[in-house]
């Protein structure tokens, strides 16, 4: 008579008992070696919305100046974290920040409200020519 020995499954194997075979294949897929170029365009994509946000949040504020405080109260709606004066910071082409009265300020500079303004005429000039078409 033979013995057979017990010999265990790899912990690999172990990991897969009992997860169905579409989740089993949903996480090798995480595991995937990320394309240096898209991650790249995902994350300046992501930068873009985030200031884009940040812009017309702005825009709403009464002279378009808001404070520090209440843009760091909608980082959590933006799913950031950190502080907002420190993204602010990162972008001093689009955000001018300035202290006044020992509390910090954001406005949009020169050079991006001259941006909102050409993108307004161009929807304006669009919406003309679809009615006019």
């Not at 089993?24 to 919305?49: C, G, I, T, V």
């Not at 985030?50 to 009464?62: A, E, G």
Request: glycine share 2%; aromatic share 12%; proline share 5%.
């Amino acid at each position: 008579m033979s013995q057979t020995t017990f010999t265990p499954p790899a912990l690999s194997q172990l990991l897969w008992i009992g997860i169905p075979t579409h989740f089993q294949r949903r996480f090798s897929l995480w595991s995937m070696k990320k394309e240096p170029d898209l991650e790249s365009a995902l994350s300046r994509n992501r930068r873009w919305m985030v200031n884009n946000q940040i812009k017309n949040i702005i825009l709403r504020c009464p002279n378009q100046v808001a404070s520090i405080d209440f843009l760091q109260k909608k980082f959590k709606n933006l799913d950031l974290q950190g502080k907002a004066l420190n993204w602010l910071k990162k972008y001093p082409c689009c955000f001018e920040v300035y202290c006044k009265n020992d509390e910090y300020f954001c406005r949009l500079t020169k050079q991006m409200k001259f941006l909102v303004e050409e993108e307004e005429m161009l929807k304006i000039c669009r919406n003309q020519f679809l009615w006019s078409g």
